[in-house]
């Protein structure tokens, strides 16, 4: 009998579970169960055999093959991986994936050639699955390694995650420094223990640049997105320069961030939504558009985190509905959060639906300096007594043009007839709390680095912050109906240099445009104003 033949009777006879154990033709394709991995764990319970050695020795096959695409079957339990160039990760469904033994105090994987400087790895992808940090199980931080995170990537290019599931990670979720070309899509974070800390979602520092995020879901302990082209890992020495530290781990870097676009974000009950966070790198050309949901302190926070500074260029925000779970939670809560410089800031089709207390929707911050704030559409809807009070923008520092046009604002008439649409207000004791200025910290007794008086919040610029008058050189409001307000433009400190209101029709409002105290207003013109 020919050998083709006899091979092709026993390939007929032979048992299906041996077929099935055959190992793959293509030696740069390898599937997990067939390369012997145990495949005993559980990406929600952990448990089983621990394979890190078995993945880690197919994952190290990729520089030598040229590129490698590893296929996980089922749920394998590890101590942290390194992933190489060229490799695809793709799990098969959500219940395969990787678990993260007890104490390994190691990311869930790291990329093989972490680097400050150079982006030494490229094209690596996450395709499906779950990855479980075990986070109550790690450390949240280790010397000289950094903070625990799900994944920590220093030094990429061309990164793609897709329909992926992140969990219970000590820190960050994932954490990406000095990257280019980055792709997230279908995301599910799940990293919320009340009793974990720093429990953030995606968070990249740069310098980075050309990201995509779509479809981005769930729920994090700490900030849901952070683009923070400085952090805390960035900060000035006491000669005044502005260096990086260890705080991250030695491969993280700080930069700028350009050409971010994020569109569709879905969050539920997370601590805080998104943080853009800049001290001296450029943070350019951002979009983030159609953001639902729901948040317990903060929605959107951008500043230089706790210092004067901040260099942002064109930012968008557009179609905008997150709504706060809870009153009151922390020293003071907010939508917008707005400190540094800012060329030129739009927010765009922003809902306020059923505020549950006083939070104001725009909050400029003392140290902020704004060529041009563009709020275009802004529909506010309020029932609850205790959203009466805080004006819905609220300017504490400086802004050169502000633009407000075709807001709604309706109040059931359970509110009272009191706040703003917007206020500048004199009076700090918020954001004397909200930087947790005590009485010991004054000006004559404060603690101080670097020559620099420090507030609890490492932000030695804090006090004199409280001393800063707002000025709004050129206010624009129009198209704008509200009800049940004291004032339209309640104007108690500062300087308004020219002010034009174009299409203003007010219900139940007594006094459409307040000044109070030393306040001025430069010029004031109207056009076609109609009150009931």
């Given amino acids: 009998m020919k050998p083709t033949i006899t091979l092709l009777i026993a390939l007929l006879l032979a048992p ?21 991995a145990k495949l005993d764990s559980d990406v929600t319970k952990g448990g089983g055999t621990d394979d890190t050695a078995l993945i880690q020795g197919i994952l190290d096959r990729a520089p030598k093959l040229g590129s490698l695409k590893l296929v996980v079957d089922g749920a394998i339990l590890v101590k942290g991986l390194k992933v190489h160039s060229n490799t695809t990760i793709e799990c098969l469904n959500s219940a395969c994936g990787f678990f993260l033994a007890d104490h390994s105090d190691q990311p869930i994987f790291i ?7 150079e982006r030494r790895n490229r094209n690596i992808a996450f395709l499906g699955g779950t990855y479980n940090g075990n986070g109550a199980k790690q450390a949240h931080d280790v010397p000289g390694r ?30 990406m420094t000095n990257w280019e070309r980055a792709v997230f899509e279908n995301i599910d974070l799940d990293n919320h223990d009340t009793k974990i800390h720093n429990q953030d979602g995606l968070h990249l520092s740069g310098p980075g640049r050309f990201l995509s995020m779509r479809n981005i879901r769930g729920v994090t302990g700490d900030d849901f997105i952070a683009l923070n082209a400085d952090d805390i890992h960035g900060d000035w020495n006491q000669a005044g320069e502005f260096v990086r530290n260890d705080t ?31 001290r001296t790198s450029r943070v350019d050309r951002i979009s983030i558009r159609n ?29 905008i509905d997150m709504r706060p779970v809870e009153p009151d939670y922390g020293p003071l809560p907010f939508v917008f959060f707005l400190a540094g410089h800012f060329e030129h800031l739009t927010l765009r089709h922003i809902q306020s639906h059923l505020p549950v207390d006083s939070r104001p929707v725009i909050w400029v911050q003392p140290h902020a300096k704004v060529d041009v704030l563009s709020v275009e559409g802004m529909q506010i809807y309020q029932k609850d007594p205790r959203s ?23 109040r059931d008439k359970e509110v009272p007839i009191d706040g703003a649409l917007i206020r500048t207000d004199p ?26 008086p420090i507030i609890s919040r490492g932000w030695p610029e804090a006090q004199a912050s409280l001393e800063i008058i707002p000025k709004i050189n050129r206010l624009h409001l129009s198209n704008i109906t509200a009800n049940r307000l004291k004032s339209v433009l309640q104007h108690d400190n500062g300087e308004i240099g020219q002010l034009q209101l174009d299409n203003v029709m ?17 010029e004031i013109s109207t056009t076609k104003k109609s009150e009931k």
């Fill in 16 to 36: 299906l579970g041996a077929l099935q154990a055959a190992p793959s033709a293509n030696a740069r394709v390898v599937i997990a169960s067939e390369a012997g």
């Fill in 111 to 117: 990329n093989a050639d972490p680097s400050l400087t």
């Fill in 146 to 175: 950094g903070w625990m995170t799900g994944f920590a990537l220093h030094g990429v290019e061309q990164v793609t995650f897709r329909d992926v599931t992140i969990r219970n990670v000590a820190t960050f979720a994932l954490l």
């Fill in 248 to 278: 991250f781990g030695p491969h993280a870097s700080f930069g700028p961030i350009t050409d971010v676009d994020i569109d569709g974000v879905f969050i539920d009950g997370a601590n805080n939504g998104i943080r853009i966070l800049s």
């Fill in 291 to 319: 953001v639902q949901g729901s948040f317990r302190k903060y929605g959107f926070f951008i500043q230089p985190h706790w210092r004067a500074g901040g260099d942002y260029g064109r930012i968008t925000f557009e179609n």
């Fill in 388 to 410: 009466a009070k805080t004006p819905v923008i609220q300017v504490d520092g400086q802004i050169d043009l502000l633009d407000v046009r075709n807001v709604t604002l309706y």
């Fill in 427 to 452: 009076d700090k004791a918020k954001l004397k709390n909200y930087m947790r200025i005590g009485a010991n910290q004054t000006k004559q007794n404060p603690p101080t680095y670097g020559g620099l």
């Fill in 506 to 522: 007010t219900t139940e409002v007594p006094n459409p445009i307040s000044v109070g105290g030393q306040a001025k207003i430069g």
